[in-house]
């Protein structure tokens, strides 16, 4: 069984503030995601980083996949409270047509951004 | 498009008892699946489909059921509801296989006492 470990767990911080989040496994993904909730919602997709050592931006949250792509990190500069909310990364495992689609979750990381 | 719907948003069941959770997308994706999310835990696949008459277990099928008897239509059936079962349930959908984005619904919030 492929485990996601994400750390920390929760993250409270103050607005302006940067953060980073990790997402570390024993296994090697296919590529991996990251997505955000809010309460009473489903996920929704942050990014798809596919390449080892792959860096997206989008606006202030960086994502960067491990070189041997067993990790990932989400990074955000210069929090705000619209920030406020639950993390997941998410791994896709086996290339091609072996996965059917099937992610693996991290645990999550609750972050909370004060004014 | 309403995307992925799922039906009802909550409900409380009695152990034993059996329900029905619905799952609608209109998307005409192929791939479909069911994940449960327990505090602190991440999201867990349960079962999944591939396209219309074809499903499989995920990582925690036992206690569940399901059918893709239409490609619009993901339904997991629980039977002898028990309280390990009291989780937020999510259906998903995606297009294709790949790195294509999954597609979730709003949640169903089910409470076995």
């Known amino acids: 069984t492929q485990l996601l470990e994400q750390s920390p767990q929760f993250l409270s911080i103050q607005e302006g503030e940067n953060l980073t989040v990790y997402c570390n496994s024993s296994?090697?993904?296919?590529?991996l995601q990251w997505y955000r909730q809010e309460p009473g919602e489903g996920p929704v997709l942050l990014v798809t980083?596919?390449?080892?050592?792959e860096v997206k931006k989008l606006k202030r949250l960086t994502f960067q996949f491990g070189d041997a792509r067993k990790d990932s990190s989400l990074h955000i500069t210069a929090a705000q409270p619209g920030d406020t909310g639950l993390y997941l990364c998410a791994g896709l495992s086996g290339a091609g047509g072996t996965s059917y689609g099937k992610l693996t979750f991290g645990q999550g990381t609750i972050l909370t951004v004060h004014p | 498009n309403a995307g992925v719907t799922q039906t009802p948003k909550f409900r409380i069941l009695k152990i034993g008892q059996s329900m029905t959770l619905q799952c609608a997308q209109d998307?005409?994706?192929?791939?479909m699946y069911w994940y449960r999310q327990d505090p602190g835990m991440g999201l867990k696949l349960i079962y999944y489909?591939?396209?219309?008459?074809?499903?499989d277990k995920g990582e925690v099928p036992n206690g569940y059921n399901v059918s893709r008897s239409t490609t619009e239509d993901f339904p997991l059936r629980l039977e002898l509801a028990a309280p390990s079962q009291t989780s937020v349930y999510f259906c998903?959908?995606?297009?294709?296989?790949?790195?294509?984005?999954?597609?979730f619904g709003p949640g169903t919030r089910l409470t076995v006492l």
């Open positions: 296994s090697v993904f296919s590529s």
């Open positions: 998307m005409n994706h192929n791939y």
């Open positions: 489909s591939v396209g219309a008459g074809i499903t």
């Open positions: 998903a959908s995606r297009l294709r296989q790949g790195t294509d984005t999954q597609y």
């Open positions: 980083v596919v390449t080892g050592g």
